[in-house]
């Protein structure tokens, strides 16, 4: 809102005068009373003199239109006055002085109207202070500036949201829901000059997020959003047509910029129409505003002889050139109207091309269902954007408001290739899936699966009781003794065969000994090429080798290590700080990689040795169509998941049966057994929902679709063909999924990897000073990487084409997260919650808390952090009641009574999560912190829009 047109509807003045201690000569100032004397003694650079000085500077600017000097100057006013009259907040200074109380309202007044978008919080802040200060009372406000309050706080929250380069549409709607609320209120019939003031910040707000749904491309929203402002101007004009002309030149102001928002948007038939009801309107028609529409450079070619020309009138003007235009204006606005016409139209078109090839020539192919997809969705769009409003004003006013068709045909056949090349990819494949061949190759490699893996365990049923067959030891040593061959050969056989095992024995020490994985972690890169071998041994006695195919299994392994890095860095265990130069992170990463737990390199190495082995076996004769390589592909992903869900899921505790198991029974206590026995149940179970095992079993079916189809056409145990894998792992898949569900551990992970964050690292290069400002890097790094999650279906979001096509290049996340908006990761926030209220065994100590804290304070203060920083508050919020570290959250908000406001969040609606069962008290704080889709859709356009560089509407106006 215009800083001058709030002030004069808001009636501010610095009227109030100046006592006159301020004016007198410091002698009389020592001399007056005690008290005054106590408070200019108790500041050496007396606090008196800087409050006069701040006071006249304020006023003085306000003469100049220095509008933010004067905010700047009135802030410094209010925190002197609101702050202790002698070093006890029991006294302040305002109630000492005479006038104090009208001057602290002054001050704060005027700190919150005319205070730059960058001092927002600190006028929120004495907004709130100035709030608390007032005499209690039944909640009835006793003089307009307590009833202004909640009018202050929303024009403080549209400049702040305004000022932000993707404008956030909650907070409008936050600022509407105080104004309505003021307006439904009795302080608009108590205090009726105000009112003038809500009408006009209604109206602005309302224009805005007219404007942001514009930029958004969310047509349905936008024409709510006009019909509402329509409205609101309707009532404007009814209201105060018979005011003072200085009333209705403000009210002809803001009517005349909203009629200018429409325009520049390409609304121009309900632009034109309200340029003809202003400059024809019987009392605003002589104002500023209407005079300046009649001579303004977008209104001029529809003015003639001081008149808005008719639209009869118009559309003579663009008889030969409104068809075109209209042309233009539909490709240039073509648009789905939501995310499900896209998905009903897209697959609808698949489905006819595959039927349509099918009737013609018996199969079906990908192209086909591509082209059908994206013909309709085409179509569809187009029809949407001809039947648009900018598309019928384009029609009337013809090319002199038209797009440029070479600007924006290319991005229209670029958007409709690429979603029907997306929705045709998905329908192929699942019709492939559930068609006779598809259903046969599915069977068939399942059936495989699990022959090998029946067979494994009859060969665990009859091998494991030798182990404790005194004959299975005296056979094997006969066997040492009784050889007759080489020594040197025997050696080096039996070193060998040890130091390959050894790979095992220490990685099995590693998952059921948890008390050994810190000092295993020290040795275990000693241990990885031992890992190769007996991974290469174990592949070649599951596929029956015999011969020098070793050679191929050792490069295997190899590569294994490879991918078992990349998977290190792209989810972030190795190297967590990434806003660095290029030559930090990559010292940052050799650091990293030394110190990190190698163990599971040796995971990967003898995982990949039996699992390539195991692919070879379930795969059947080679399909040459691609849709079944790439459903045989899944299929042998699949039938390999319960490798890795039992060997890095069970084992290493990612899938923590055990922990939920120990909750289950802590949780229940005083229960009858059969329930306690219920909810260790339920409790174990619930650790197959977390994160890890959502990635590796949803993942399998689609997004290592792609990879292991080439995988399964080069040959699943080949190099090629694993190298192929392992390439488009480390490019897209990995990155890409890690982003999706975060796999990099158990429930400990998080707390454990936040802990690690705040360690402070060693660096005789570096002083204290430094070391700590790098543990803050890294914490915050750690927290915007583990508390948001990119949507599963991330490609069908809104977002601009190159965000769309992001994880194809993935990795990308390991240099440098990305900046399109993601989702609040439950998990990750659910865990901190119970550390904050001590219902997790692991802890932060004091110092930790301190440093958390502090880092949120830093998140928060970044706009371009609020999707990150947002439901960490909220999580925060939702622990305030805890009995360990409750106190220090709530001096959190204290120092930062704006952080609701700026955020857009309500503490009154977060309910505290009281349930004695921590798996419950968990999915209460997820569904808390998550965030609705429609939300998100809106965050999603925003962010679109800012990367387009889609021009601000309405710069200068209101």
């Not at 406001?901 to 004695?916: A, F, Q």
Request: glycine share 8%.
């Amino acid at each position: 809102m215009t800083i001058s047109a709030f002030a004069m509807a808001f009636n501010f003045s610095a009227g109030t005068q100046l006592p006159s201690i301020f004016t007198a000569a410091s002698p009389v100032i020592a001399g007056s009373s005690s008290l005054l004397a106590t408070i200019a003694a108790d500041n050496p650079a007396d606090r008196l003199q800087q409050l006069s000085t701040h006071l006249s500077n304020a006023r003085q600017a306000l003469t100049t239109q220095a509008w933010h000097d004067a905010g700047f100057h009135y802030q410094h006013a209010a925190h002197l006055l609101a702050g202790p009259l002698n070093g006890e907040m029991t006294h302040r200074l305002f109630a000492s002085l005479p006038d104090g109380e009208a001057l602290h309202a002054e001050a704060t007044i005027g700190g919150t109207i005319f205070s730059s978008s960058d001092r927002i919080p600190q006028a929120l802040s004495h907004l709130t202070t100035y709030e608390s200060l007032q005499p209690p009372s039944d909640k009835t406000p006793k003089n307009k500036e307590q009833a202004a309050l909640p009018l202050l706080r929303a024009h403080a929250i549209v400049r702040f949201a305004s000022s932000t380069n993707e404008q956030r549409m909650e907070l409008y709607r936050r600022a509407e829901n105080l104004v309505e609320g003021w307006r439904t209120s009795h302080a608009r019939r108590d205090f009726p000059e105000l009112a003038l003031s809500s009408d006009l910040l209604m109206t602005e707000i309302i224009a805005r997020q007219v404007e942001r749904a514009h930029r958004q491309q969310d047509y349905a929203k936008r024409r709510e959003l006009i019909s509402r402002l329509h409205t609101e101007v309707k009532l404007m004009r009814q209201n105060y047509s018979k005011e003072p002309d200085s009333t209705r030149e403000v009210v002809g102001k803001y009517w005349g910029d909203a009629t200018v928002l429409l325009a520049r948007m390409g609304l121009w038939g309900e632009a034109l129409r309200e340029a003809r009801n202003l400059t024809e309107h019987e009392h605003f028609g002589a104002t500023k505003a209407a005079q300046d529409l009649l001579h303004s450079e977008l209104f001029v070619p529809f003015v003639e002889n001081g008149r808005i020309l008719r639209p009869e009138e118009i559309s003579k003007r663009s008889r030969n050139s409104g068809f075109l235009a209209r042309i233009k204006a539909a490709i240039a606005h073509a648009h789905s109207t939501s995310l499900k016409e896209t998905m009903a139209v897209g697959f609808g078109g698949a489905a006819f091309g595959a039927l349509a090839e099918s009737l013609s020539n018996g199969t079906t192919s990908f192209l086909p269902a591509a082209m059908a997809a994206a013909t309709a969705l085409g179509v569809k769009r187009f029809a949407n954007g001809w039947k648009s409003e900018e598309a019928k004003a384009a029609e009337i006013v013809g090319n002199q408001k038209g797009e440029e068709l070479s600007s924006t045909l290319p991005g229209y056949l670029a958007k409709q290739a690429f979603d029907g090349a997306l929705i045709a990819g998905v329908s192929s494949f699942a019709a492939t899936a559930v068609g006779s061949q598809g259903r046969d190759i599915m069977l068939t490699t399942l059936g495989k699966a699990a022959d090998l893996y029946g067979r494994f365990g009859l060969w665990l049923a009859s091998g494991i009781p030798q182990l404790v067959n005194p004959d299975f030891y005296k056979h094997s040593i006969e066997g040492i003794t009784s050889f007759r061959g080489d020594p040197t050969e025997l050696a080096l056989s039996s070193a060998y065969h040890i130091y390959s095992t050894s790979a095992g024995v220490v990685y099995g020490a590693y998952l059921f000994f948890p008390s050994l994985r810190k000092p295993l972690e020290k040795i275990a890169i000693l241990f990885t090429p031992a890992a190769v071998l007996l991974g290469k041994d174990a592949g070649m006695a599951i596929a029956g080798e015999t011969g020098y195919e070793y050679v191929d299994r050792i490069n295997r392994g190899g590569l294994a290590l490879v991918e078992g890095i990349s998977m290190l860095l792209t989810t972030g265990v190795i190297s967590l700080a990434s806003n660095k130069s290029v030559g930090d992170v990559a010292e940052s990463t050799w650091k990293s990689f030394k110190k990190a737990d190698h163990n599971a390199l040796i995971g990967i190495a003898l995982t990949v040795g039996i699992s390539s082995a195991l692919g070879a076996k379930m795969q059947s004769e080679k399909q040459k169509d691609i849709s079944l390589i790439a459903l045989q592909g899944a299929a042998i992903t699949v039938g390999l998941l319960p490798i890795v869900l039992g060997v890095s899921g069970i084992l290493k505790r990612n899938i923590n049966i055990g922990q939920g198991i120990v909750e289950g029974w802590h949780d229940s206590s005083g229960q009858p057994i059969f329930r306690r026995l219920i909810e260790m149940g339920e409790s174990a179970s619930a650790a197959f929902l977390g994160p890890y095992p959502k990635n590796r079993v949803l993942r399998g079916p689609t997004y290592d679709v792609p990879t292991a189809a080439i995988r399964t056409h080069l040959g699943w145990d080949t190099n090629a063909g694993y190298g192929a894998f392992m390439l488009g792992n480390m490019i897209a898949t990995n990155p890409a999924v890690s982003m999706i569900y975060p796999e990099v551990g158990g429930t400990d992970w998080y707390v454990g990897g936040l802990k690690k964050a705040m360690l402070i690292k060693d660096d005789p290069k570096a002083d204290e000073t430094e070391r700590k400002k790098k543990r803050d890097a890294e914490v915050l790094d750690f927290l915007r990487k583990a508390a948001q999650v990119m949507p599963f279906a991330h490609s069908f979001y809104p977002h601009t084409l190159s965000d769309r096509l992001y994880q194809l290049t993935a990795i990308r996340s390991f240099a440098r997260q990305p900046r399109f908006p993601r989702l609040p990761e439950g998990h990750t926030l659910a865990m901190f919650h119970q550390v904050l209220t001590g219902r997790h065994h692991l802890a932060l100590s004091r110092e930790e808390l301190s440093t958390f804290l502090a880092c949120i304070g830093m998140l928060v203060e970044q706009p371009e952090d609020f999707d990150a920083a947002r439901p960490l508050v909220q999580t925060l919020s939702l622990a305030r009641n805890s009995s360990i570290h409750g106190e220090a959250i709530e001096a959190f908000f204290d120092h930062r009574p704006w952080i609701f406001d700026l955020l857009d969040i309500s503490p009154e609606t977060l309910t505290p999560p009281s349930d004695r069962r921590r798996l419950r008290e968990r999915t209460q704080v997820r569904k808390q912190v998550d965030v609705p889709r429609a939300d998100y859709i809106a965050r999603v356009r925003e962010h679109a829009a800012a990367e387009r560089k889609v021009p601000s509407y309405i710069e200068d106006l209101f």
